[in-house]
């Protein structure tokens, strides 16, 4: 992937405008152009040729369409155009831009399908493809699952070329000097007698001539940012406290709202009285949306107070009204009736396990909140014949049509401003808020209304990560592990969240068996089998879906059984391995941490897990202390794959990141209910890791894979079962249920 490609004009497409002096410049590998978007509402000044790079005499601007929710992809994206552009990121505007077809998301929607990611056989490369189209189709611009650099990165580096190649055409024809002699730096145009052009002034010129489509991406050599150390573009704001949040919003005259919800997620409201709160100092009104009703005051503080003194008769959901009664109905769930695919069935299960003595575990993961730190919220301004809404969101095309839905205004009218996200974890691939606060400014036309949730109210009403149960069976002989099968059960997150937010596809959930199915391990007897059981609260996608509790679940199993076939944890799964890149990776992280050599003493125990995710191999090992006051985790070490590596910094922060962030959920986190409502309320019961219990971290990116994949999910899945196995190691005991401090305690 790394490298010069040249690019020919078949599958190299590109529209062309001039308008008023200014540029823009994009790429896209569809059948046909798609329109484009910046060519929509441009101010005087302003021109646009294709999606991506729009120049005017003012500045460049580069489109940077997946929304940044911490992991840093906004700068990432700007390094990868800018890179080809010839400018430092740092010179350049940063714009989402607005939803559009042009920003359609292909290997989301090819990675859903039943195939594992490593996988690139005829069938499975082939209904990719389609796949791909299909988004395209339906204008599917989506951030998540990792795939914002996979996705883009041949795209954006294609705009920057084009750009730049375009640029110096236009150089060429005004100063008759042949392009070949032509060089580019720092956002200018360099003659052979060292005179310079800025691209500012190039772009009316450029405009008028067709782009250059013909095009050779530099060589990793030759780049001056992508593959080096470089500070992230929203780094100095966030050290300083001054980046804006969709929380930060600030609008002429506007007003505040919160929401109050029913404490069940999915009951209805039998009636409500709201005279009390109509009598408090500063509120202006009370109005019903979704699931139950919003205050507007003069100030949030001023909604927050008034929304608890409503007065609400709420209904029951239907379904499970405790914890315990929704664990019942899972193991009920592990029934014929149920099943929902069985997506892995290698050899023969069933005559492996006849006659041998049989290893059978349970394994159980919680409901979990996403619990990112700004709080749902959403800034709408619905006028006459225009709508604006200013919020964080990962599906803007979605939080448009909702727009036009509630209003009755076309496409055209809705202007949508992504905003930086104070986190996420997959709840922003949700729009309630969003839903909510266009019902609330809708009753204010002509007023802005910013709709904040309480932390309260995010905790509980969230869309969380699904429970999950898993049995596992299997049998070991001549020091081997000769029989794995598992039974996974959770309710459908596919038909839950696809039906909230598009529709529900055909065929089996894939999500339910993410982690386990698509293990690239060659076990002679090998299957997998997902249960759907039947619908509980609302769920939703959670940082690596699927596989956050399935690995857990999968590398806990197989750690169980050999352990009982007296094989060494690393040289039995490297046995057993089938990919060459994962094999790699286990190699790699074997190294690391000298796992045949060392020797980490008494009260110590070292853990190791493996997960192919979202495409990408990642081993992590774990050293564990037992101290007077608990667990300690000492070290962690982690190898991954993700091909070749742009953004080397960040991609080190996004390793670390999700594997703290699968620690600290493992060790302490959960979700529990008693008459349909969330018990945890806040952090105070929802504690991630602490700072002093943060490891010493080590980490390696191999950079050979020849496909490019993203890194903000993957290490997250094998964190928590490197430290079961790390804790089995210190203590016999062996966590099969998380949270671990159930049964352990922590330091």
């Keep these: 992937m790394g490298r010069a490609r040249t690019i020919a004009r078949r599958t190299f497409l590109i529209g062309s405008a001039a308008i008023l002096g200014g540029v823009a410049f994009g790429a896209y590998f569809v059948s046909r152009p798609t329109p484009n978007p910046l060519l929509n509402d441009l101010a005087q000044g302003e021109a646009a040729l294709t999606p991506f790079v729009k120049i005017t005499p003012d500045g460049i601007t580069l489109i940077v369409p997946r929304a940044d929710v911490g992991q ?16 430092d990121p740092s010179t350049a505007t940063l714009d989402p831009g607005q939803p559009h077809q042009a920003y359609f ?19 499975a490369s082939t209904v990719r493809d389609l796949m791909g189209q299909v988004a395209r189709l339906t204008s599917s611009q989506f951030t998540g699952g990792s795939s914002s650099v996979a996705d883009l990165h041949e795209t954006l580096r294609l705009a920057g070329a084009t750009a730049r190649e375009t640029l110096k055409a236009a150089a060429s024809a005004r100063m008759g000097v042949p392009t070949a002699d032509l060089r580019t ?8 007698d060292g005179t310079r052009i800025p691209y500012t002034e190039l772009g009316a010129e450029a405009a008028a001539i067709d782009p250059i489509t013909d095009v050779t991406l530099r060589p990793a050599s030759a780049w001056t940012h992508l593959g080096k150390p470089y500070r992230r573009l929203d780094i100095v704001a966030k050290s300083t406290g001054t980046q804006a949040y969709g929380i930060d919003v600030v609008l002429p005259g506007m007003l505040y709202a919160t929401v109050r919800a029913n404490p069940g997620r999915g009951g209805a409201m039998a009636s409500y009285s709201a005279d009390a709160t109509l009598a408090m100092q500063g ?28 007065e609400v008769e709420w209904l029951p959901p239907d379904y499970p009204a405790s914890s315990t009664e929704m664990w019942q109905a899972l193991s009920d769930a592990r029934t014929d009736e149920f099943r929902n695919s069985r997506l892995r069935d290698d050899g023969d299960v069933e005559a492996a396990l006849d006659g041998a003595t049989v290893i059978e575990a349970e394994y159980r993961s919680p409901f979990l909140a996403h619990a990112a ?7 709408v301004l619905v006028e006459t014949d225009r709508v604006q809404i200013w919020t964080a969101t990962q599906i803007p095309a979605v939080v448009r049509d909702a727009a036009v839905a509630l209003t009755g205004l076309d496409a055209s009218q809705v202007t949508v401003h992504v905003l930086p996200a104070g986190g996420s974890f997959g709840r922003r691939l949700d729009h309630d808020y969003v839903v909510q606060a266009i019902q609330i400014a809708a009753t204010m036309p002509g007023t802005a209304v910013k709709t904040t949730w309480s932390r309260e109210e995010d905790m509980t009403h969230d869309f969380p990560r699904p429970l999950h149960m898993a049995v596992g069976r299997g049998a070991v002989g001549d020091g081997r592990v000769q029989a794995f099968d598992v039974d996974i059960v959770s309710p459908s997150l596919i038909s839950s969240w696809f039906g909230r937010i598009f529709i529900v596809p055909p065929g089996p959930d894939t999500m339910l068996v993410w982690g386990a199915f698509d293990q690239p391990y060659a076990i002679p007897n090998y299957r997998v089998t997902g249960y759907a059981a039947p619908p509980m609260m609302p769920v939703g996608s959670w940082r690596s879906p699927g596989a956050c509790s399935n690995s857990f679940f999968h590398e806990s199993f197989l750690s169980e059984l050999i352990h009982a076939a007296g094989a060494d944890p690393l040289e039995e799964r490297l046995r057993l391995i089938a990919d060459p890149d994962s094999r790699r990776v286990l190699e790699a992280v074997g190294e690391m941490s000298n796992w045949a ?34 667990i300690r985790i ?38 529990t209910y008693e008459n349909h409502t969330v018990q945890q309320t806040n952090f105070h019961a929802f504690e991630g890791m602490r700072l002093h219990q943060t490891p010493r971290f080590n980490t390696r990116l191999l950079g050979l894979a020849e496909r490019v994949r993203g890194l903000g999910e993957p290490a997250t899945a094998p964190a928590a079962p490197a430290l079961a196995d790390a804790i089995f190691a210190a203590t016999g005991q062996r966590p099969r249920e998380m949270p671990f401090n159930k049964s352990v305690d922590f330091a």
């Design 72 to 87: 840093g992809i906004a700068s990432t994206q700007a390094m990868l155009i800018a890179e080809e552009l010839d400018i």
């Design 105 to 123: 998301n292909a290997v989301v929607a090819a990675e859903s399908l039943p195939f594992p990611a490593w996988d690139h056989g005829f069938v």
């Design 185 to 192: 730096e720092d956002g200018q145009v360099v003659l052979p």
């Design 283 to 310: 509120v202006r009104s009370v109005v019903e949306v979704d699931e139950g009703l919003a205050v507007i005051a003069d100030n949030t503080w001023f909604a927050f107070q008034a929304a608890q003194a409503l």
């Design 373 to 379: 730190l700004e709080p749902l919220c959403a800034t």
């Design 597 to 630: 050599g060392a020797d980490i003493g008494p009260g110590r125990g070292r853990g190791i897990a493996f997960a192919h995710t979202h495409g990408v191999p990642v081993a992590e090992v774990i050293d564990v202390t037992m101290t007077d006051r608990g």
């Design 634 to 671: 000492d070290e962690v070490w982690i190898a991954a794959d993700c091909g070749t590596v742009f953004d080397p910094v960040n991609a080190e922060a996004q390793l670390t990141g999700a594997a703290i962030f699968g620690l600290g959920h493992a060790m302490n986190c959960e979700l």
